[in-house]
């Protein structure tokens, strides 16, 4: 698998390897990326669901809503370089 994006393949990359014709309905739906590389790179691990039991769900997702918090609380200019 190629990927375009730095730091290891996008989220559709991983779903559309995983996923078959005879897998039936892809979930979550495979797409393409927010355009902000820090939640793209926490939904990625959205392509982990498909293999965890339905007990892990929950870790995933308050990892992720975490994630995704701290992302929305994250200092903007922090990420701007001013030189």
Same mark, same amino acid.
């Given at each position: 698998?190629?990927?375009?994006?730095? %730091?290891?393949?996008?989220?559709?990359?991983?779903?559309?390897?995983? $996923?078959?014709?005879?897998?039936?309905?892809?979930f979550p739906p495979?797409? @393409? #990326?927010? #355009?902000?590389?820090? *939640? +793209? =790179?926490?939904? *990625?691990?959205?392509?982990?669901?498909? #293999?965890? #039991?339905? @007990?892990?769900? !929950?870790?995933?997702?308050? %990892?992720?809503? @975490? =994630?995704?918090?701290?992302?929305? !609380?994250?200092?903007?200019? $922090? +990420?701007?370089?001013?030189?």
């Amino acid at each position: 698998m190629t990927s375009d994006h730095p %730091g290891g393949p996008s989220f559709r990359d991983i779903i559309e390897e995983q $996923a078959t014709d005879d897998d039936g309905p892809v979930f979550p739906p495979v797409t @393409d #990326g927010t #355009g902000d590389a820090s *939640v +793209d =790179g926490l939904t *990625v691990r959205l392509a982990d669901l498909h #293999g965890l #039991g339905t @007990d892990e769900h !929950n870790a995933l997702y308050t %990892g992720l809503h @975490d =994630g995704l918090l701290a992302e929305l !609380n994250a200092d903007p200019s $922090a +990420d701007h370089d001013p030189s």
